[in-house]
């Protein structure tokens, strides 16, 4: 089984640390963190609660970054103080990372980490289809909910595909979203899909549950391997749009992306997309 470190140990990188350990697909979750009490605190509760979950997963801390080298994926969350790591101190700390461990992917799990994205395949040379973003996957899922809702059932039941630049640039697709298999346009009035249109921006960011639910997924999926498809944050080809980062649906493997696939969307829906990406 697999071994996963995550960097930073603040309310994101808890949950994605506790997440983890109680789907029990990973071997090891590596705890990072320079405040590495913070870290050792969090990983010592929630390995003190598998008696009573019953996983099996070993979850430790570190101080060090390079603790980083020879993981299976890399998480990069949120700082026990300051948040998500985004800006200028978020890329020397992805530097040291990815002089260390040159193969891992990387999944960026926090709602702010898409300019970081960018910039980690533009300024350090990372291969594109190695660094993804999981948060839109966490959108996704409170969109479902609210349609679940509409729908007087759950959102477990409903599919749909979330693309383009949240929070302003979002498209949803609902000409191939379904309910229970049966087309959502059929089952929810125009005025009704209107309303979950309108609010789509205000359900961005995620909190840091869906966000670690989120890149718990994507994770185990590219160390275990799945044939499911995600909504992940993703550097478009350069001949498209240059280190411009927008929500796509990916397949993903133990490299990171394995294919980035072109949405199913209706013409309208398909212009609003470029729009959002060519505003970046």
């Not at 979750?29 to 099996?56: H, N």
């Not at 087309?183 to 921006?201: D, G, Y």
């Not at 840091?208 to 550097?235: D, H, K, M, Q, W």
């Amino acid at each position: 089984m697999a071994f996963v470190a995550v960097i930073g140990s603040g309310a994101l990188g808890g949950a994605i640390a506790q997440k983890l350990a109680l789907r029990d697909r990973v071997r090891e979750i590596r705890l990072i963190d320079s405040r590495d009490g913070i870290a050792q605190g969090k990983a010592l509760d929630i390995q003190q609660s598998s008696p009573v979950e019953r996983f099996s997963a070993r979850v430790v801390s570190s101080q060090a970054l390079h603790s980083a080298a020879g993981a299976d994926a890399i998480v990069i969350a949120d700082a026990s103080e300051g948040g998500e790591y985004q800006g200028d101190a978020a890329l020397s700390t992805l530097r040291q990372i990815v002089a260390v461990e040159s193969a891992a992917p990387l999944v960026f799990a926090g709602a702010g980490q898409r300019e970081l994205i960018g910039r980690v395949v533009g300024e350090l040379h990372v291969a594109r289809l190695r660094a993804l973003g999981s948060a839109p996957g966490a959108l996704e899922s409170a969109l479902r909910a609210l349609a679940g809702l509409a729908l007087d059932g759950s959102g477990a039941e409903i599919q749909l595909r979330i693309v383009g630049t949240p929070p302003q640039g979002v498209v949803v697709g609902w000409e191939e979203a379904s309910a229970s298999g049966l087309p959502l346009t059929s089952q929810l009035a125009p005025h009704v899909i209107a309303a979950l249109n309108a609010r789509v921006s205000k359900l961005w960011p995620p909190g840091p549950y869906a966000l670690a639910s989120a890149a718990a997924r994507v994770v185990e999926a590219i160390v275990n391997g799945s044939r499911r498809r995600f909504s992940c944050f993703v550097t478009l080809d350069s001949d498209r749009s240059r280190h411009t980062v927008a929500s796509m649906p990916v397949e993903v493997g133990p490299s990171g992306i394995a294919r980035v696939l072109e949405p199913a969307l209706t013409r309208q829906e398909r212009t609003l997309m470029e729009n959002a990406i060519e505003r970046g």
